[in-house]
Each structure stands twice: as structure tokens, then as C-alpha cells.
């Protein structure tokens, strides 16, 4: 099993550019997420996904669009790029998405928007 | 609403002394708690879980966690520090409702370094 794959590793955008970070996973979970990790913040949930064609907003998720047509792929769009999205996104994704369930963590992307 | 609390963004410890992550949480439902390190331009590896179960949970590594309701606390040790335990720590709790349960709720985090 690959696990969590995040493409791609790094990134750099011009203000107002779109993206779409990739994530894969091959164990069949049902949920997904996407988090961003800013210096001393943490990781926060942008947005999530608790199966195919479903999915809800987190604590950050204003700039970003989400949409799962599979249960494999989870992407995650940048409509119009800010230097404030500068940061590493994580994709994360757990077999059912219950409290007691282990997330498990892609490599991460880090995206820089000048 | 949940919350979590690490205190102590930095922590240096010399090789073989006791490590000690501190945690604290808020919940208004039952906890169920993590601890996560991140190596160096690595994603979030899982050290260990309480899910309310045994309230000492060993983890890998030779990790291990109380979890102390009265304190509302989650604190990570390690008896011995190795070299290769310099990483960043976090903390996190569970969201718990309905179809959000499973969002985690991170603390700001600890980076730590260990000294030869």
C-alpha cells in the first residue's frame, strides 16, 4: 500500500493563480480531510469528506474548493491564489471517520504564493 | 467546543534525560486523544491513542501517555531521550459530533531537541 500520496511536493504560484493540490489514497477510507500547518499554529481542517460525493467545511476553509467523486481522490482547489495560503498542506484520511479511528498523514505539499 | 493546549513551544532535553510533552485539553463529551510527531519535512505520524480504554497507553517508540481526567490532561513522556526523538510533538483531540467526529482539533505543537 502507497498509503496517503500528495502531489505536488512543492509549489509556487503568482497571486490570483488557481491549483489543484492532489490526494490519493489506496486502504479504502471513507473520510478524508485536508489540513494546513502554518509556524506556531498548528494544523488546522480546512475542509472534509465522510465519503464519496460528500463533503463539509472545516475551521479554514474560505479560498478553497473541495469535491470527492471517488473514494480514492480528495482535491483540493485554490480558486484564486493569496499570499495568506502560503503553507503546507496535509491530506489525511481514516477508515470510517469515527472518533477512535487513526488518521494517517500524506508527505505534505508546500505551496508558496508570491 | 473542543480545545487543546500544549505548553512549551520548544523543549531541549540532553540524550537519556526524561522527556516530558505537556498537554491539556478542553471537551464538553468524553475525550478520545492523540499524540503525533512530525519529522523533519514529513507528514504526521501516529505515536499513540486513548480512546478510553487503559488510561496509561504505551505507544511506538517507547512513547507513553496518562490520560488524568481530573487534570484534563494528556502529558507524553519518554524515560530516555535518543537523538533520533528530535521532532516536533502534537497533541489533538477529536472532534466528536455526529459526522465531524472524527476532525482533529490540534494543539499548537512542541518542537523538541535533544542534546548529545
Known amino acids: 500500500n502507497a498509503g496517503v500520496t500528495q502531489t505536488p511536493k512543492f509549489q509556487v504560484l503568482k497571486t490570483g493563480q488557481s491549483m489543484t493540490l492532489q490526494c490519493a489514497q489506496d486502504?479504502?477510507?471513507?473520510?478524508m480531510s485536508w489540513y494546513r500547518q502554518d509556524p506556531g499554529m498548528g494544523l488546522r481542517l480546512i475542509h472534509y469528506?465522510?465519503?464519496?460525493?460528500?463533503?463539509d467545511q472545516g475551521e479554514v476553509p474560505n479560498g478553497y474548493n473541495v469535491s470527492r467523486s471517488t473514494t480514492e481522490d480528495f482535491p483540493l482547489r485554490l480558486l484564486s491564489a493569496a499570499p495568506s495560503q502560503t503553507s503546507v498542506y496535509f491530506c489525511?484520511?481514516?477508515?470510517?471517520?469515527?472518533?477512535?479511528?487513526?488518521?494517517?498523514f500524506g508527505p505534505g505539499t508546500r505551496l508558496t504564493v508570491l | 467546543a473542543q480545545s487543546v493546549t500544549q505548553l512549551g513551544s520548544h523543549v531541549s532535553v540532553s540524550e537519556g534525560a526524561l522527556v516530558l510533552l505537556r498537554c491539556n485539553y478542553s471537551?464538553?463529551?468524553?475525550?478520545?486523544l492523540f499524540w503525533y510527531v512530525q519529522y523533519p519535512n514529513q507528514g504526521l505520524q501516529l505515536l499513540l491513542k486513548y480512546t478510553s480504554a487503559a488510561t496509561l497507553v504505551k505507544g511506538i517508540n517507547g512513547f507513553e501517555a496518562e490520560f488524568k481526567k481530573s487534570e484534563t490532561s494528556f502529558h507524553l513522556t519518554k524515560p530516555s531521550a535518543h537523538m533520533s526523538d528530535a521532532a516536533e510533538y502534537f497533541c489533538a483531540v477529536s472532534e466528536g459530533y455526529g459526522g465531524s467526529q472524527g476532525n482533529l482539533i490540534f494543539g499548537k505543537g512542541t518542537k523538541l531537541s535533544v542534546k548529545p
Open positions: 471537551s464538553s463529551v468524553p475525550p478520545y
Open positions: 486502504m479504502n477510507h471513507e473520510y
Open positions: 469528506s465522510v465519503g464519496a460525493g460528500i463533503t
Open positions: 489525511a484520511s481514516s477508515y470510517m471517520g469515527l472518533r477512535t479511528d487513526t488518521q494517517y
